[in-house]
């Protein structure tokens, strides 16, 4: 479960909250459409563009679509009080480790409910008991292949132990800052660690608080619902495990040492050292909560990490930059990117599927909510024909949505372009003929079978691929999935040739589970004058904020606003992406 949100609960936090509530009353069973509320509900405060305080105030929550007047009750409560006496009720009525169950794969919510009515199920270890048993195939709608799936799903979990993947982490690192923030004595919480550097895994959410009494911060972040154990507490810190397994920890410190801890507590390891070989080298010592001179005095007043990094002679370096990968010696020269891309550059969403294939919604769905977001255009490109398994759309559909895509138009600000996401098929051909191709404004090119080719075949079919005469995205490039499945086999250098050499650009996909291509190769394409698409690969209108996850694994990458397609306008975007230049 997610921690109670605090007092004056920000937007995510309360959107947390109410999905929270959908799970739970899902779990309970009784009126689906009641549990479907809140999870819309959720997903409608998480999209806001509006401020939430705002609309609370002036009592316009109703006019957000998705929201009617009780759930706007329930959200004024959470957002005034950091309370929802609904959720307080439905977690003492479920068992703590319902939601774990979540987490398992091949474990739908529905799924949960059903073992939780029939066999009492509470956690993983009972799911685990039961399936190793063989009573869960004698529950009504599940069977042995079902159980082989969830003894297979709970085997994954356990393999991958309980590191979070980005979007994960990043969620819960809020919750949990929102939770200490809550606390009188916390002057302010910043959420350090991997998930900071927004890596594409996370194995601790870590936060580092500035704090007026710092063992307060710590009794209040221990008195969190969720913590399963004390790990570690003492001199100002806290170190946990959270239901579930997830660790996190609190350091906190008076607030003339947090920019020091701030960094020493982002990392990574081997950036902070070169940091404090540089305050070696300047007669300084960087210790753990400060930048002292050789005597012991402090050497200066830090007001910001930029401070400390100008104090020893560096330009201020990003926390996704700091893995020791050139950029202190960048950052000395002063020839670090100052205009790394930031995510109120982007003004289009790329790569976005509807219910034409495999996505949940309509385009004019989408499109509102591209709109939502304060885009100013969205690409509809949904699966070629090839890919049958996910709707892949023949000439004729293909033609169909073209006149749907003109209908919702009519109705929405938000520039819509008419694309595909065409398979790259096993000879490197892509997969409509030209005379289709031509009358789009947006091909993403992209492979979804036969990943297993060898190294010399694969580099093969994706040259040919890049090599086409026609404006093409190379999407989800590598075809990796974080954690579950390895990127194909090819020689990506020489395939990035190509595409440097040929007209294409290259997809960052803030797909959760893609983030694809990783940033040491998106360092590549940049050597080679490749430009990028910043991609959501959404199938609903809640993905498609996917664009920043997206954002964080171009910054990690090094990419500058002006090597970004997507950050022109819908003009300028449809002229140097359209397939015929």
């Known amino acids: 479960m997610t921690p109670s949100p605090p007092a004056t609960a920000d937007r995510l936090a309360v959107a947390a909250a109410l999905r929270e509530?959908?799970?739970?009353?899902?779990?309970?069973?009784?009126?689906?459409?009641?549990?479907?509320a809140y999870k819309r509900g959720a997903s409608a405060v998480e999209a806001l563009a509006a401020d939430l305080t705002k609309l609370v105030a002036e009592d316009r929550l109703t006019q957000v679509p998705g929201i009617g007047a009780a759930l706007a009750a329930q959200i004024a409560e959470l957002h005034r009080t950091g309370r929802s006496s609904m959720l307080e009720r439905l977690r003492a009525e479920l068992p703590p480790g319902i939601l774990d169950l979540v987490r398992v794969p091949n474990l739908s919510v529905e799924r949960v409910a059903a073992l939780h009515r029939a066999l009492g199920i509470r956690s993983v270890a009972e799911l685990k008991a039961a399936a190793e048993a063989g009573r869960v195939r004698e529950v009504k709608g599940f069977g042995e292949k079902t159980e082989k799936k969830i003894l297979d799903g709970i085997a994954e979990l356990e393999a991958?132990?309980?590191?979070?993947?980005?979007?994960?982490?990043?969620?819960?690192?809020?919750l949990l800052r929102a939770w200490v923030a809550a606390s009188p004595h916390a002057l302010r919480v910043d959420v350090a660690g991997e998930a900071r550097r927004r890596t594409e895994t996370v194995d601790q959410i870590q936060l580092a608080v500035a704090a007026r009494d710092a063992e307060a911060v710590v009794d209040h972040f221990l008195a969190l619902p969720q913590v399963a154990a004390v790990v570690e507490r003492g001199d100002g810190r806290g170190h946990v495990r959270l239901a579930g397994g997830v660790h996190a920890s609190v350091e906190a410190v008076a607030p003339s040492e947090h920019v020091p801890?701030?960094?020493?507590?982002?990392?990574?390891?081997?950036?902070?050292?070169?940091?404090?070989?540089?305050?070696?080298?300047?007669?300084?010592?960087?210790?753990?909560?400060?930048?002292?001179?050789?005597?012991?005095?402090?050497?200066?007043?830090?007001a910001d990490e930029a401070a400390l990094y100008?104090?020893?002679?560096?330009?201020?370096?990003?926390?996704?930059?700091?893995?020791?990968?050139?950029?202190?010696?960048?950052?000395?020269?002063?020839?670090?990117?100052?205009?790394?891309?930031?995510?109120?550059?982007?003004?289009?969403?790329?790569?976005?599927?509807?219910?034409?294939?495999?996505?949940?919604?309509?385009?004019?769905?989408?499109?509102?909510?591209?709109?939502?977001?304060?885009?100013?255009?969205?690409?509809?490109?949904?699966h070629s024909p090839t890919a049958h398994y996910a709707g892949g759309l023949s000439e004729d559909r293909l033609k169909q949505q073209w006149e749907d895509i003109d209908r919702a138009q009519e109705k929405v600000k938000v520039r819509l372009l008419r694309g595909t996401e065409s398979d790259i098929l096993a000879d490197g051909a892509l997969d409509y003929p030209d005379r289709i191709l031509e009358q789009l404004d947006v091909v993403v090119a992209s492979i979804h079978n036969r990943y297993k080719m060898g190294e010399d075949e694969m580099?093969?079919?994706?040259?040919?691929?890049?090599?086409?005469?026609?404006?093409?995205?190379?999407?989800?490039?590598?075809?990796?999935?974080?954690?579950?499945?390895?990127?194909?086999?090819?020689?990506?250098?020489?395939?990035?040739?190509?595409?440097?050499?040929?007209?294409?650009?290259?997809?960052?996909?803030g797909e959760p589970r893609r983030l694809d291509m990783e940033p040491r190769w998106v360092r590549k394409a940049r050597e080679r004058g490749l430009r990028f698409v910043i991609s959501t690969d959404a199938h609903s209108v809640r993905a498609l904020q996917n664009f920043r996850y997206g954002v964080a694994m171009a910054r990690r990458g090094w990419v500058r606003k002006g090597e970004v397609l997507n950050a022109l306008g819908a003009e300028a975007f449809r002229e140097a992406v359209r397939p015929v230049q």
């Open 310 to 382: 100008r104090r020893l002679g560096l330009q201020y370096v990003p926390p996704e930059l700091r893995e020791d990968e050139g950029e202190v010696e960048a950052a000395a020269a002063g020839t670090l990117p100052e205009d790394l891309l930031e995510e109120s550059d982007v003004r289009g969403l790329v790569h976005c599927h509807t219910h034409y294939s495999d996505g949940k919604h309509s385009v004019e769905e989408m499109a509102r909510g591209a709109d939502e977001l304060g885009m100013e255009y969205i690409t509809i490109t949904d």
């Open 261 to 302: 801890t701030l960094v020493r507590l982002t990392g990574s390891s081997a950036h902070y050292e070169k940091l404090q070989a540089r305050a070696q080298a300047a007669d300084l010592v960087l210790s753990e909560r400060a930048l002292m001179t050789r005597r012991g005095r402090r050497a200066a007043a830090l």
């Open 21 to 36: 509530i959908g799970l739970l009353l899902e779990v309970k069973g009784g009126n689906p459409y009641r549990a479907r």
């Open 160 to 174: 991958r132990g309980q590191t979070l993947l980005l979007h994960e982490a990043l969620q819960m690192g809020e």
């Open 459 to 509: 580099t093969r079919r994706l040259v040919r691929a890049m090599r086409l005469p026609l404006f093409k995205i190379w999407g989800h490039a590598l075809g990796r999935y974080v954690r579950t499945r390895p990127p194909i086999a090819c020689r990506v250098e020489e395939v990035l040739d190509a595409a440097a050499a040929s007209k294409a650009a290259i997809e960052i996909s």
